[in-house]
């Protein structure tokens, strides 16, 4: 079974909009703090959040839909 994590830091609304939706979605989630691990902050720092599936990765802007479709076409 796939493994889902969604790059976030706390106090980010965007990340809190990103979890309420994959959560609205049925997508059970496993939340990362970026702050806790320096080359994940160097990585998407900038970027966040952001959806990931093995190296599989989706950048915000997101919505049900896009997801759905990321879903489909990169984890099968």
């Known amino acids: 079974m796939t493994q889902y994590t ?3 830091t706390w106090g980010c609304h965007l990340c809190e909009q ?3 939706l994959l959560t609205e979605a049925g997508l059970a989630v496993q939340v990362v703090d970026i702050i806790d691990d320096e080359q994940l902050l ?3 720092r900038l970027h966040i959040p952001v959806l990931a599936a093995g190296d599989k990765l989706l950048y915000w802007p997101f919505d049900k839909t ?6 489909q076409d990169n984890v099968g």
């Open 18 to 20: 990103a979890e309420a």
């Open 66 to 71: 896009t997801v759905a479709s990321w879903l």
């Open 6 to 8: 969604l790059y976030s």
């Open 42 to 44: 160097q990585q998407f």
